[in-house]
């Protein structure tokens, strides 16, 4: 016991009058450390936490120089602090990371869409410029079938054809565009 101020047995008994005498000696000097790693609302935050656990554990501390334990327990409490904030920031960094990847993954979606209604209407113009060059009945039960999502037999009732007629013409036009259009 390096601090002849302090009667350790009083403190570890539990006495009230020596553990505020103890509080008050060592109080400002664990400050003074503490403001050095931290700000000083935290510093005030983690010094009282080190002399509340060291007034719980009272019974149980075994050393040689209480100040020299406080001072390592303060330390240690300031360091502990600044490893969280880290682990903070990285966490908060790493979502600000996704928000900004899913920001982006949504606008570039919204592009594709775009790009890809574009490349759709390209697509459909191409098939039918292709759709023109085969014969009027053909076309239009093509049309009717593939484009208007009509089935075969309505569109043999509307062209006043048969249905067995209707699917040789979607047939004949599928070939066509298969060969006309080999890279779609």
């Known amino acids: 016991m390096n601090n002849p101020a302090f009667d350790m047995e009083k403190l570890q008994k539990g006495d009230v ?18 403001c050095r790693f931290v700000e000083v ?36 409490k300031c360091l502990d602090y600044l490893k969280h904030k880290v682990v903070v920031g990285e966490y908060e960094s790493r979502v600000r990371i996704a928000e900004a990847r899913i920001s982006f993954l949504d606008s570039t979606t919204d592009a594709n869409d775009v790009f890809n209604g574009v490349a759709s209407r390209n ?43 209707v699917e040789r013409h979607v047939r004949r036009a599928v070939l066509f565009l298969r060969s006309d259009l080999p890279d779609l």
Do not use: W
Not at 138 to 165: G, W
């Open 17 to 34: 009058n020596t553990f505020h005498s103890f509080f008050r000696s060592l109080y400002p000097k664990l400050m003074s450390l503490a």
């Open 41 to 76: 609302q935290v510093a005030r935050d983690l010094v009282q936490d080190v002399f509340l656990s060291c007034g719980e554990q009272r019974e149980k501390i075994q050393v040689e120089n209480i100040n020299a334990y406080l001072y390592k327990s303060v330390r240690n």
């Open 123 to 165: 697509i459909l113009e191409l098939i039918e410029q292709s759709v023109k060059k085969l014969p009027a009945k053909c076309a239009r039960a093509f049309r009717l079938c593939y484009f208007h999502d009509i089935p075969q037999k309505e569109v043999a009732e509307m062209m006043n054809i048969s249905v067995r007629t």
